[in-house]
């Protein structure tokens, strides 16, 4: 299983970027999917989070700017950031916690490869 990032770059305070991450492999379900960032000298932190079902919950400093939404039959999450600030800056890392179709059929969490969002004027 694999997870492949992408979207990330430089933009502008107030600006968009739209972050996507699809999984692949031996794949039998996703459970939640989440994104991550971690600015330097600072810890991973968690941003946005969505279930299988649809339900999101996000970080207190990205609520109202950042959207995060799922395909399940592409086995997909995004991440639209809007209003970007400049301590949004960071390297952006997708989560997914999956269970492979494949013996022994373990649930584990996957980690993208992370793309760097850097908002600058």
């Known amino acids: 299983v694999q997870l492949q990032a992408s979207g990330g770059g430089l933009v502008q305070p107030g600006g968009s970027l739209r972050l996507s991450c699809a999984a692949s492999g031996r794949i039998s379900s996703i459970n939640f999917m989440e994104w991550y960032r971690q600015a330097p000298g600072k810890q991973r932190g968690l941003v946005a989070t969505v279930t299988s079902d649809g339900v999101t919950n996000y970080a207190d400093s990205v609520k109202g700017r950042f959207t995060v939404s799922r395909d399940n039959a592409k086995n997909t999450v995004s991440l639209q950031m809007n209003s970007l600030k400049p301590e949004d800056t960071a390297v952006y890392y997708c989560?997914?916690?999956?269970?492979?179709?494949?013996?022994?059929?373990?649930?584990?969490?996957?980690w993208g490869q992370g793309t760097q969002v850097t908002v600058s004027s």
């Open positions: 989560n997914a916690n999956i269970r492979a179709s494949s013996w022994p059929y373990r649930t584990d969490n996957y």
